[in-house]
């Protein structure tokens, strides 16, 4: 009954999250405007911007925090690894690095590829390179997935700011794919990326057992019948897909996948039917939240999204990696 109580507080407090930062920015709205803008669609320019500008932000910031918090909770149950993140292995900076490919051989060579593709291929090779250097005798440690993650995001965004500087000498989108930012989303950004959050989703619901199964010990998952690897590279393969389209749209954001898994598992345990769903709402309403921080705390200045989820993220990542049993556990 707890749970069910604390899950029903979740949804309800992320609905009612989603409502209020809707009404917070540049141009601000009421409650009661919002809901008559929503259902009677005026034909006015306050609607306009609320329904073309202000919402599709509001909401595509609350289904990438989903997503990506759903990606941190598959990590790190796939890999038994409380550490892991798409950002902390490198899938992010790997995703950055293809985006700004994508758009530097349009540029320069007007030659035409796919960014979405792009990024999808260099966030697979940065996740597979990652776990490649860190493994050791069949397993990858905690700490040595951490220090090979990070030496593979720092190879990436070194290689995004060779193609930035040397080759457009543009800090501006440097500083874009950077930090991040949910600045100019539109509805067509949203039909892009639900689909891929939405199977991501779906196909981790599938997978739970499995990875909780994982969580225990590749030796416990083998006697079971299970096959580490494949499963491995299910889970690789999916939030490689997600997180690439999110960066495509918003750049990196660091954390979410990161701090949110630890604090629904405080809340409602591992093996919890609840699991994945309270990591969407929660994940969705952190990111909201920081993002209404972002473009209302120096108005008309934005800050970077990805700032504000560092703020609070580095610090929680500071106090896990001091855990000794975090430590113990690589």
Known sequence: MKSVAAFLVILLGSLLLLLLASTFGTVHFSITEVMRIIVNRPETVRASVYLNLRLPRVLMAFLIGAALAVSGEGLQLTLKNPLADPYIIGISAGASFGAVLSLFLREVFRFTISLELLSLFFALTAAFLTYYVARRGGSASVTSLILSGVIISFLFNAAVTFLVVFAWRNIITLHFWSLGSLSGVSWEDILKFTPFAVIQF???????????????????????????ERIKGAVFFLVALTVSIAVSIAGLIGFVGLVIPHIVRMIFGVDSRA????????????????????????????????????????????????????????
């Open 202 to 228: 779906l196909a981790f619901m599938v997978l739970r057992r499995k990875m909780i199964i994982m969580a225990a010990g590749e030796e416990h998952a083998i006697t079971v019948g299970l096959n580490p």
């Open 275 to 330: 699991g994945l769903l309270a990591n969407s709402l929660v994940g969705g309403a952190f990111l909201v939240a920081c993002d209404t921080v972002a473009r209302t705390l120096f108005q008309p200045t934005e800050l970077p999204i990805g700032a504000i989820t560092a703020l609070v993220g580095a610090p929680v990542f500071i106090y896990l990696l001091r855990r000794k049993e975090v430590i113990g556990s690589g």
